[in-house]
């Protein structure tokens, strides 16, 4: 990253020698894990969310383990309308930490470019979601198998779409971490960016469904393979939203919401990567052409 | 050498720092002065990159402090004790610090014993007193071992000790030939460690002078600091009784 990382003779101009080569890329994410790995709070979360996370999927699992058909594998993603939050408060806490601290000055006086503390920002929280939503889905498959036991359902993680759900458990929490640092790094105030957030991930999807159940007649002919308009529309916002299109990755190809483009599981992950590049580049931007405040 | 030329900062109508031009020489410690809202702190933001001048610049050594290769090794800076996360403990806020500049982890230690923060490093900032914190924030610009150190307001909040020791520290990094700014408003303070003094008011220039030269009438600092500012103030407070509090010691 650094410019004069070839030219060592550069520093011998100015007494005394300064010695190295300033705030390459790999040093910046080295300080940046030492921060997120410094706060109790980060710790605080990602054991949140790996108790939910085991918990809700066993709680679940059990209450269905009587059902005639009962699959153990359907139940692991039933704490998936939860786990995600943690992370995203995570997410949020890492970008908006600088600025709603002060920390910001002696952050940027080491690293006045800016720019390189946003993409570590970036690196680090998605290792340590990475990491905390291994452990949490871990703790899913493990909430599965008192239910699976008590049936005499032999487990098999192996299946591809098994494996492919697996993989969207892993990796939407990772991108609802993502989409809070964004959003943190953005409005850099935490209450803000955790309202914004959470209305866009959770509140915003609940309301509209209602509004929709509201408005639609409950005693009007179902028409097989077609929804009400306003159920429709609904449908479409909510698949759109950072929560909807992430969730796309823990379902089975196909399964999409009645009314709503089916986005697939790549279409989910676009979708969700949008609402993750956008706000980071207006933050970008905000970083390199405003005063740091 | 800090060098700052006909610096000016504007936030929407209101001029912060209006002209602003001076040198603070290198084995030399130059004091900052002003009232409250004169411009120190925009000042010293701008010259260390946090904000950018409306017009005119400020360079260190030659360089602006954007282009510096390794700022932390260049330029030694303590701003505010708060710019530290609450949560964090001191040891490691340094050692983040540090890495940015792969400075080694004995240096954390190093700077952490000279601000006599060993028995409280692994303590969270939050739990820290304003002098620790002043303290972890001289820490902080000590890190790098810098040529030029820009220290704002850092004996706030100190002991008597910590003055006296903020003051040797100074005088010795002076002595080593390094540049040293520091704003403060302590006068009897700066009269003792400061070889110049750099005295704005409303972000324009007052004096730049040595403090021999402003003391030259046989007034004290304090007497030509308040002498020199007295249409430059813009908080003023007030006596209990109503009144404006008088200004004593200026002779006009």
Redo the contacts between chains.
């Keep these: 990253m650094?410019a004069?990382a070839s030219s060592p003779t550069?520093?011998s101009a100015?007494?005394?020698a300064?010695?190295?080569?300033?705030?390459?890329f790999g040093?910046?994410i080295?300080?940046?894990w030492?921060?997120i790995t410094?706060?109790?709070?980060s710790y605080l979360l990602a054991a949140v969310t790996v108790a939910v996370s085991g918990a809700l999927t066993y709680l679940s699992a059990n209450a269905s383990s009587g059902d005639p058909g009962f699959d153990p594998l359907g139940s692991l993603t039933s704490a998936l309308v939860l786990t995600p939050i943690g992370l995203l408060v995570l997410g949020v806490l890492v970008g908006t930490?600088e600025f709603s601290?002060?920390?910001?000055?002696?952050?940027?006086?080491?690293?006045?470019?800016r720019l390189p503390v946003l993409a570590a920002q970036v690196v680090v929280t998605a290792a340590f979601a990475l990491v905390t939503s291994l452990v949490a889905v871990g703790a899913a498959v493990l909430g599965i198998l008192p239910a699976a036991g008590s049936r005499g359902i032999t487990v098999d993680l192996t299946g591809e779409q098994t494996m492919q759900i697996l993989a969207g458990m892993v990796i939407y929490p990772m991108g609802m971490a993502l989409f809070g640092m964004a959003i943190g790094a953005l409005l850099r105030r935490p209450v803000r960016a955790v309202v914004t957030t959470v209305t866009l991930t959770l509140v915003l999807p609940i309301v509209l469904m209602l509004a929709a159940d509201m408005a639609t007649d409950p005693m009007a002919p179902s028409q097989p393979g077609s929804s009400p308009p306003a159920q429709a529309v609904v449908n479409t916002a909510v698949t759109f939203s950072p929560s909807g299109a992430g969730s796309l990755l823990t379902v089975p190809e196909g399964s999409g919401v009645e009314g709503a483009p089916d986005l697939g599981r790549w279409g989910g992950a676009g979708v969700l990567g949008a609402w993750i590049l956008l706000p980071l580049a207006g933050a970008a931007v905000r970083l390199r052409t405003r005063?740091?405040t | 050498m800090i060098e700052v030329e006909a610096l000016t900062k504007c936030y929407g109508p209101t001029r912060a720092v209006d002209g602003l031009t001076f040198t603070a020489q290198s084995g030399t410690v130059t004091g900052f002065l002003g009232p409250n809202g004169a411009g120190k702190s925009t000042t010293m933001r701008i010259i260390v990159g946090l904000e950018r001048p409306t017009s005119g610049r400020a360079t260190i050594d030659g360089q602006r402090y954007a282009d510096l290769v390794a700022p932390l090794q260049a330029v030694g800076v303590m701003l505010d004790a708060r710019s530290v996360h609450p949560g964090r403990t001191a040891f490691r806020h340094l050692l983040a610090q540090a890495r940015t500049h792969g400075i080694s982890r004995s240096r954390v230690d190093e700077v952490i014993e000279m601000t006599g923060l060993e028995s409280v490093a692994g303590r969270r900032a939050g739990t820290f007193s304003l002098g620790m914190g002043q303290r972890l924030g001289i820490a902080g610009a000590l890190l790098g071992d810098p040529h030029t150190l820009i220290l704002d307001e850092p004996v706030n909040g100190l002991d008597p000790d910590g003055v006296l020791w903020v003051r040797g520290l100074v005088r010795d990094l002076a002595a080593q030939g390094r540049t040293v700014l520091l704003s403060s408003h302590l006068m009897h303070e700066l009269a003792l460690c400061a070889d110049r003094v750099v005295i704005i008011g409303k972000g324009r220039l007052l004096a730049d002078a040595s403090v021999p030269e402003l003391t030259a009438e046989g007034g004290s600092l304090e007497d030509a600091y308040l002498k020199l500012t007295s249409d430059a103030v813009q908080y003023r407070g007030r006596s209990a009784t109503g009144s404006v509090v008088p200004i004593t010691g200026v002779t006009r």
């Design positions: 650094s004069s550069a520093t100015r007494p005394p300064v010695s190295g080569r300033g705030a390459t040093r910046v080295a300080a940046e030492t921060k410094s706060l109790r709070s930490g601290t002060g920390t910001y000055q002696s952050t940027f006086t080491a690293v006045p470019r005063d740091a």
